[in-house]
């Protein structure tokens, strides 16, 4: 698969039970940091058939295709011959049992040779934003600090953007204080206070749009 497939555009669709979360999992365990964004894996996870014990290990193998001279020049750690003369990106994820235990220790390595380790700067290039589906479109979406549009604002914003915003943001604060209902709100939750506690023990009172934290 060429890496300008892997883009926001993509869909899956399938019926249940045919996979579609298993690719999408597989993508995660190579564009997130794994159960950072919510991927744990366990021995369960293992296949294997029937009466046969589970291997040791899950390993995912990742072929990048047609890439451009800078996009190599990116990952030139990674890069093993095609076969035709050009050249392509091998990136491989490795869960393996660990003793004692039912979860998996992960390994990323890059091109052919184990010992090269895939670079954060790698896995930059390769930056995957994961929604989990949405079974409750209105649910999932609500405002709130970790709705799943908040997290995907994070992740696709740069600092300069973020800046960008919270300059809006103050700046609609700003106006919205100007306008009577909350100025009205304003004024009587600030009088209410001071007749309950006097002015020596009052505090300032204001009525603030959220600040933003990303």
């Known amino acids: 698969m060429s890496r300008s497939s892997f883009n926001l555009d993509n869909i899956l669709v399938g019926a ?3 996979g579609k979360t298993a690719v999408v999992d597989a993508l995660r365990a ?3 940091a794994g159960e950072d964004y919510g991927l744990r894996l366990t ?7 029937p009466d046969v014990p589970p291997a ?8 990048f295709l047609d890439l451009s001279f800078d996009d190599e020049a990116d990952f030139l750690s990674a890069l093993v011959p095609k076969g035709d003369g050009t050249m392509k990106v091998a990136l491989t ?3 393996t049992k660990v003793e004692g235990s039912d979860r998996l220790r992960v390994r990323k390595w890059a091109g052919d ?3 090269n380790v895939i670079s954060a700067d790698m896995l930059d290039n390769l930056r995957g934003v994961y929604l989990p589906p949405l079974r409750d479109a209105a649910q999932g979406l609500k405002p709130r600090r970790n709705s799943q549009l908040a997290r995907l604002l994070v992740l696709l914003s740069d600092d300069a953007g973020k800046q960008l915003i919270e300059e809006d943001l103050r700046e609609l604060d700003d106006k919205l204080k100007t306008r009577q209902p909350i100025s009205d709100t304003q004024d009587k939750i600030s009088m ?3 007749e309950m506690l006097g002015d020596e023990l009052a505090q300032q009172l204001k009525i603030n749009l959220s600040s933003s934290d990303f």
């Open 56 to 63: 040791g290990s899950i390993t995912f193998s990742y072929i």
């Open 192 to 194: 209410r206070h001071v």
């Open 93 to 95: 994820v490795e869960y």
């Open 43 to 49: 021995e369960s996870d293992i296949h294997h058939e």
């Open 30 to 32: 190579l564009f997130t």
């Open 16 to 18: 249940n039970n045919v």
């Open 113 to 115: 040779q184990e010992e």
